[in-house]
């Protein structure tokens, strides 16, 4: 069973931050947040993990709270490309299959 | 690399017939995973290997399902026989072993239509 819980939809101006959360309130110590994005009708893709620090890439920042119960997605400039299910996986170092869950449809607006 | 290429890339065929998706995944990588889409359900792992041997192959919903990786260039995944409820699309993923960083490589998948 998934371990997140993700809003089902969001919009977002083009140009705008894209801020997508994900809770993750049963997180272990030796878990991973991990980010993947399917673009319709294509294959899922990697965006971004995280451990306890913020992390950044050139798709994406990874914002996770102190606690670790939750996390955000941040897509600074968010493009109309960038219209997509979003998918927040937790899952521990060692294993190597991912639980995807219903994720989040972000729409990116004009 | 070509990345994770996955053949055919549309399947329609009539209940009772046998199906075969074929999968290469990228050279290098000992991981390789299928999955299953669809509306109802979303993305669903059904089996991985690792080198070549199958490791998890609890997502298989019957017996009609099989997969096989007779090499590390080339895996299979077959329904006989195939049923209207087995049509979505199917997934297949590579990825090189890490520890605590996964990056699962996907196909383009396969659409499977069968009526």
């Known amino acids: 069973d998934a371990k997140t819980t993700q809003p089902p939809s969001m919009d977002c101006a083009e140009g705008r931050a894209a801020n997508l959360p994900c809770n993750h309130s049963t997180i272990s110590g030796n878990e991973y947040v991990y980010w993947y994005r399917q673009i319709h009708s294509q294959g899922p893709q990697y965006i971004i993990h995280g451990l306890k620090n913020n992390e950044t890439n050139e798709m994406a920042s990874l914002i996770i709270t102190e606690d670790r119960k939750s996390s955000t997605l941040i897509l600074p400039h968010a493009t109309l490309r960038d219209t997509a299910v979003y998918y927040c996986?937790?899952?521990?170092?060692?294993?190597?299959?991912?639980?995807f869950g219903p994720g989040t449809r972000l729409s990116v607006l004009p | 690399d070509a990345g994770v290429i996955q053949s055919p890339r549309h399947e329609v065929t009539e209940m009772g017939q046998e199906v075969t998706l074929r999968c290469k995944p990228i050279s290098g990588h000992d991981y390789l995973f299928w999955y299953r889409q669809t509306m109802m359900r979303g993305l669903e792992l059904l089996i991985y290997f690792n080198n070549n041997v199958p490791i998890d192959d609890s997502g298989m919903p019957e017996d009609r399902f099989s997969a096989k990786m007779p090499n590390a260039s080339f895996s299979t995944l077959k329904i006989q026989p195939s049923e209207p409820r087995d049509s979505a699309v199917y997934f297949c993923a590579s990825s090189e072993y890490r520890v605590a960083y996964n990056e699962q490589f996907f196909g383009p998948g396969t659409r499977l239509t069968v009526l």
């Open positions: 996986i937790v899952r521990d170092g060692y294993g190597q299959n991912f639980v």
